[in-house]
């Protein structure tokens, strides 16, 4: 009876695993591989690649100087039109075309560009400086609803009243639009940082914020200068989170920290640090978006020597530092008459609908000049992963 009992148990065995096996075969023969999750993400080619020539975009035509001088951001509205956000001249202007071409494309058509925003010397924490770096358009039902992510600068006043460009007080701050972004509410400043001091001393507080949309929240990267004041640490770039309501509103802000999402900006953790490079120094100028040709998050930054590329699945663990794109000199080294690059923005503007989503290909566009007194100036070339 015992071995009856096992012969009949081993039958059971060899039936249940030729069931799923076959199962698994006819599971296979209609799912590849790839939609259940077993190809890794290293199969695909990740290496950021620059082609062709660089392409002179500069706006001086339009007496618009310092441009990009942050995040360029962009987004398309239901009839077709396109409104590109850039910075120039402190101030933030827009580029607006009647199709949605790329910004190299809308430039070369002799687009209409005028100022939206900009400083005003009676309000103190954007007295000489107000730019507008990140827009997101956070109600699907009414996408000329729109957020504006700014950096602000207070600037020292002299007693003869110029300001002191190098020394100032940031702050990211919250613009809302309903009308498409021709007209703003001005929340003031949302994001100081965790050690912020009056103008005058050093640079402290927080800005060049990159801001996108993840799982009902908007994410905004930004860069902390800690005065040294309360705490020191090397320029990296931070996370902060705002809710997104059913309305489009938006809620509260939290930081990420050593103890996850928190309303107090203490105990801040940088989701992007200093890169293991030779004298990379710091990270700095974030354009991030949701990248459809990898299935990740992807980051493009500055370092002291040079661009980096870093990806991520989650938005907040950031992997795969390569350095793609090396200065002729670090910044830290710029002597006069030296060429410099800087603001980088990675774009699929031929084919996204804004700067939150990127593509297998596209154009970093970036700030090029000459140090330190020409004026840097819109440049752009073409990119691929490889």
């Given amino acids: ?24 075969d006819v599971f296979t023969k209609n799912h590849s591989i790839a939609s ?35 995040h360029i951001s962009y987004v398309t509205f239901p009839n077709g039109n396109r409104r590109f956000f850039i910075e120039g001249n402190q101030s933030a202007y827009v580029i607006d075309t009647p199709t949605p071409v790329t910004l190299a494309q809308a430039l070369s058509k002799n687009p209409s560009i005028k100022k939206v925003f900009g400083p005003d010397p009676g309000i103190s924490y954007r007295n000489n400086y107000a730019t507008i770096a990140s827009v997101v358009q956070t109600d699907p039902q009414n996408l000329y609803h729109l957020f504006a992510f700014t950096q602000y600068e207070q600037q020292a006043e002299g007693a003869d009243g110029t300001y002191d460009y190098s020394t100032f007080t940031a702050s990211i701050g919250l613009l809302e639009s309903k009308d498409g972004g021709n007209t703003w509410k001005d929340y003031g400043p949302v994001i100081r940082g965790d050690d912020y ?19 009902g929240y908007v994410y905004v990267y930004f860069v902390d200068w800690a005065a040294g004041n309360k705490i020191s640490h090397p320029d990296a770039i931070y996370l902060a989170r705002t809710k997104i309501f059913p309305d489009g509103g938006l809620g509260a802000f939290e930081y990420y920290t050593t103890s996850g999402f928190n309303t107090s900006p203490s105990n801040l953790v ?34 002291n020597v040079g661009f980096v590329q870093a990806t991520s699945i989650d938005g907040i663990n950031w992997t ?43 154009t970093l566009y970036f700030a090029k000049g000459i140090w330190p007194n020409t004026a840097h100036q819109l440049t752009a070339i073409s990119f691929q992963f490889k």
């Fill in 270 to 303: 940088p989701v992007i640090s200093m890169p293991n490079f030779a004298n990379a120094d710091y990270a700095s100028l974030p354009s991030i978006s949701y990248n459809k040709y990898l299935d990740q998050y992807f980051a493009v930054f500055e370092t």
């Fill in 36 to 70: 259940i999750g077993i190809t890794s993400a290293s199969s695909k080619k990740m290496n950021l690649n620059l082609l062709g020539s660089q392409k002179d975009l500069s706006l001086l035509p339009e007496g618009i100087k310092w441009d990009p001088d942050g």
């Fill in 320 to 362: 795969n530092e390569k350095l793609f794109y090396s200065f002729a000199q670090p910044q830290s080294d710029r002597q006069t008459g030296d060429t410099w690059v800087s603001y980088p923005t990675l774009l699929s503007d031929q084919s996204e609908t804004s700067d939150g989503s990127t593509q297998g290909s596209g």
């Fill in 1 to 24: 009876m015992k071995q009856i009992l096992l012969a009949v148990l081993a039958l059971i065995l060899v039936l249940i695993f030729g069931f799923a096996t076959a199962g698994f």
């Fill in 197 to 215: 001091i009056d103008p005058g001393t050093k640079i402290s507080g927080a800005g060049e914020p990159c801001a996108i949309i993840v799982n």
